[in-house]
Each structure stands twice: as structure tokens, then as C-alpha cells.
């Protein structure tokens, strides 16, 4: 064998290939690529990590390092089903600064000591969760039961949206039965949601749609007047909606939009009204000047800035609403595979991705995925460690890895003994660390050398767990097998 040390690192060539080393060795240094392989949700301790940068992203699957051992007595586990994309920030953010994920929907597979109202194998909802795993920990004012009448997809697409819709009418609107509310949102469920609720409250709802076949079915369905909905289309909408409420002005304008179609839909706010901003983008040279001299209220609504009190109080009111059979016919979403994960991502990023996508975990997904590092060695600490002409180069470093996995007493046999002071301070290193350390000298080819290395071994009642045989002829070879190697 041929190696080359410097500076306590072995450089050793080897002559076959050997994929699951390398592969091992890659994961050691940060540098393993990728491999496809099924996702095994029910059965494997895993977590999503993502690279985010402005020009591209990449998700991948790899061992959850800080897999489950306790949780707290107010904790749930769920195993995720359902989880949706935060699209419209991924179009307003070039690269997302916090989670990418809007709504996650599991299923309950254990509970802290001190949670009740809750039952295992219950599907719950949870927001934005940090980081998705295939084993969620999530404290239980984090989450939120789902009613008999949603499914697990629906829930992961709609529940944030009506969360949106509880506190913009309930706690910002204030509306009164008889007002005028119009709606331009670019988000089915939160549109749905907003018209629903604002019909029950009395309020007159005008509508801006983005096609003929939206107008029909919001026509027939919500049974909103054709002459209170409006085509996104139009060049001028803010003077037709104005005349359609007999100039009196809509006091609640709930939108999206931003730039000039703001400007022109704001001008049907009546004085003292409400325009309220779902979009995040509304600057103040969208409107104009005229537009501040009329006493209007603005509010910005971003419900990933609340606090998880309030939020989950705001969904938890909604859905009470849900049960108690006030709401109805949400919107369906349409599902496809965890394993599409990357070009969905993607084409949210290019604005080419619908609103409506929930992603599934289905089982057995084929997914980028890191496999798991090899397990950490851990040594017997009660145990000796015989070390064979250890005292060289090779057997000072191997010495040196049994010391960082747990050894605890190494055992050197040398003919020659500790007798550079490299040699004497590797060894004052290894105690150093609380690692007992004896050197005997003994030449390992002499039968009665190595009798009386075995006495003392018994005599000193040290247990032998493990014997490496480091003991060599040295030569310098020339030419290297190094100067040969490609790379």
C-alpha cells in the first residue's frame, strides 16, 4: 500500500472504484449530489430543503437531522398530506425570503401529554410552517381541526383564504347592511370567501371578474345582478361602478391590483371609505392626488405578520362558521405530485403558475433526495484498543479517529516506543482528551515479546475490544503511484 500523509490528512490512491465510498465520502464533505428515489412518508425521518436564488431554485429530500425523540406536553405530530405554495409572493419576491409554503394539512400520529380535543389519525391545518418534514412537531395553538365537509385538499387551498376573508370583513370592513362593497381579488377562494360572507352581512356586492365565463358563473351561482359585475378588461371601470351605485360610491374596496387600474377602480370610493389592500404591492403614486383629499382609510393586510394567536383565532372563526353550514361550495383545488415540486416552483417564480395547485405526499414520490450519512462510529469507551506499530504517520491518525468516535484507552505496540516529539505529543493530545494511554515496546514478530504484551494486558484487567495492525516496512517508493494518478 501506498499513502502520502501531510499534515495529520492521509492521501491514499485507490485503484478500483468503489460508488457506495464515494458516495459516502461526498456526504462527509458537503459535496453528494442528488439521487431519485421514493419518498416514504409513513415510514422515513426526513426533511425538505431548499436553495433559493434569484435566477433558480432546487428542493431536495435528505435525513432529518433533528428527528423525532420527545415532544413537548403541548405538542402535535403530523405526518403531512397536502401543503400549498405561497404564489402570489413568489411573484411579488424574486427569491422568498422565509418559507415558500402557504397551508400544510396531516394527519395527527402523536399527542403531548397535555393536548386534548384532538385524536390521532385527525386531519389538521397548520400555516406556513418553517420547514416541511415528514415528521412535524407543531405546538397545539398552531393548528386547527378541519370540518366534516372540507377535504384535506381543499383545506391546504382555502383555509388562508378564508382566514383573509374572516378578518377583512369582520374586524376591518365593519360593514353595515346596505353598504356597497366592491371586490377585485385575483384569488378564487379569497373572492368566494369575500362575496359569501359580505352577503350575509347585507352589504351590496359588486364584482370585478376576469372573463365572461367568471361573470356567468357569479352570476348564476352567487346570484349577483349582471350590472354589478365588471369585465378586468375594460380600460375604464372606476366611473361605470360609481354610476351602478346611483353615484353614491362603494364605502369597502378590497383589491389586488396596483398602478392604474387602482387608481381608476378608487375612484368610485365614496368619501370616508375603505380601501383595503390584499395585494401587497399598492405604492402611493398608484393614486391620485385628489384621491387623499377625501378622507378614505387605508389598510395593508399581510397575515403572515400577525401573531399566531391571532391568526389561528381569525381561521378557527372561520371555521366555526363552516360547521354551523354558513359557508359553502369552496373552490377545488387541483392536486399533483410532491415530485413535481421543482417545476411547479419554478413556474410560481415566472408567473406561469395558476393559483389553485396543491402539492400531494403521495407515498412512494419519486423525489431529489440526499441519503442519509453513514452512522456516526461510536466506540466502546470501556474497552482497549491495541494499536500495531501505531506510532507512525498512518497509525497516529487512525489513533486519533478512535479518540474523536469514543475510544478511551489505546494501547501502543512499537518496537522503538514514543521517541519523536511528534510521537510524544500526539500521545499528550489523545490524554489531553481523556484518553488513557500506554506504549509497550514489542516487536510484534517475536512470539515472546508478544507473550509478555499479552500478560500484560491480563494482568492490568484491560478489556480488548478492537487491534489494528499498522506495523510496516516503510519505503520510499519511486516513482510515485501519485505522479500517475489523474485526479
Not at 23 to 36: E, F, P, Q, R
Not at 160 to 182: C, E, K, M, P
Not at 317 to 326: K, M, N, S
Amino acid at each position: 500500500m501506498e499513502y502520502w500523509e501531510r499534515n495529520g490528512i492521509l492521501f491514499i490512491p485507490r485503484l478500483t472504484k468503489r460508488s457506495d465510498l464515494d458516495y459516502d465520502l461526498a456526504l462527509l464533505s458537503n459535496s453528494a449530489k442528488t439521487v431519485i428515489a421514493p419518498l416514504k412518508v409513513d415510514s422515513q425521518n426526513l426533511q425538505l430543503q431548499h436553495d433559493l436564488t434569484d435566477s433558480q431554485c432546487s428542493f431536495r429530500w435528505s435525513a432529518d437531522k433533528e428527528a423525532i425523540e420527545g415532544i413537548g406536553d403541548h405538542d402535535v405530530v403530523i405526518c403531512p398530506a397536502f401543503v400549498s405554495l405561497d404564489v402570489p409572493e413568489l411573484r411579488i419576491s424574486s427569491a422568498s425570503h422565509g418559507t415558500p409554503f402557504d397551508t400544510l394539512v396531516g394527519r395527527i400520529i402523536e399527542l403531548g401529554s397535555k393536548v386534548s380535543g384532538l385524536q390521532l389519525g385527525e386531519s389538521v391545518v397548520t400555516f406556513h410552517p418553517p420547514i416541511v418534514k415528514t415528521r412535524l412537531i407543531i405546538h397545539r395553538s398552531r393548528i386547527c381541526q378541519l370540518p366534516d365537509s372540507w377535504s384535506a385538499p381543499v383545506a391546504s387551498y382555502v383555509s388562508l383564504s378564508l382566514a383573509t376573508a374572516w378578518h377583512v370583513l369582520f374586524h376591518l370592513a365593519r360593514l353595515n347592511r346596505g353598504d356597497h362593497i366592491l371586490i377585485q381579488v385575483n384569488s378564487k377562494p379569497l373572492c368566494h370567501f369575500l362575496v359569501q360572507l359580505a352577503q350575509q352581512l347585507g352589504a351590496i356586492v359588486f364584482l370585478v371578474v376576469d372573463s365572461e365565463e367568471e361573470r356567468i358563473l357569479w352570476q348564476e351561482l352567487k346570484g349577483i345582478l349582471a350590472s354589478r359585475i365588471f369585465n378586468s378588461q375594460s380600460s375604464i371601470l372606476g366611473q361605470p361602478i360609481l354610476r351602478a351605485t346611483g353615484n353614491i360610491g362603494v364605502k369597502i374596496f378590497i383589491t389586488t391590483c396596483c398602478g392604474t387600474a387602482l387608481n381608476d377602480l378608487a375612484s368610485c370610493l365614496a368619501e370616508d371609505g375603505h380601501l383595503i389592500d390584499l395585494g401587497r404591492k399598492i405604492q402611493v403614486k398608484d393614486l391620485s392626488r385628489k384621491f387623499f383629499t377625501r378622507n378614505i382609510t387605508i389598510s395593508c393586510v399581510d397575515l403572515s405578520r400577525m401573531t399566531d394567536r391571532t391568526l389561528y383565532d381569525l381561521l378557527g372563526e372561520g371555521l366555526d362558521h363552516v360547521r354551523a353550514g354558513h359557508l359553502h361550495g369552496p373552490p377545488k383545488p387541483t392536486i399533483t405530485s410532491i415530485a413535481e415540486l421543482n417545476n411547479v416552483f419554478q413556474s410560481a417564480r415566472s408567473g406561469n403558475q395558476s393559483d389553485n395547485l396543491v402539492l400531494s405526499f403521495n407515498e412512494g414520490a419519486m423525489v431529489p433526495m440526499l441519503h442519509a450519512l453513514p452512522p456516526a462510529l461510536a466506540l466502546n469507551p470501556n474497552g482497549t484498543y491495541i494499536m500495531s506499530g501505531g506510532l507512525g504517520a498512518l497509525g497516529l491518525v487512525i489513533a486519533n479517529h478512535l479518540v474523536n468516535h469514543g475510544a478511551r484507552h489505546l494501547l501502543f505496540l512499537s518496537r522503538s516506543g514514543a521517541v519523536t516529539s511528534e510521537q510524544k505529543d500526539a500521545l499528550r493530545n489523545f490524554r489531553d482528551r481523556g484518553c488513557k494511554v500506554d506504549s509497550v515496546k514489542c516487536d510484534i514478530t517475536n512470539a515472546n515479546q508478544m507473550k509478555k504484551a499479552a500478560l500484560i494486558c491480563k494482568e492490568n484487567h484491560w478489556r480488548i475490544t478492537g487491534i489494528i495492525q499498522c506495523a510496516m516496512v516503510l519505503r520510499v517508493r519511486t516513482p510515485s503511484i501519485f505522479i500517475r494518478l489523474k485526479h
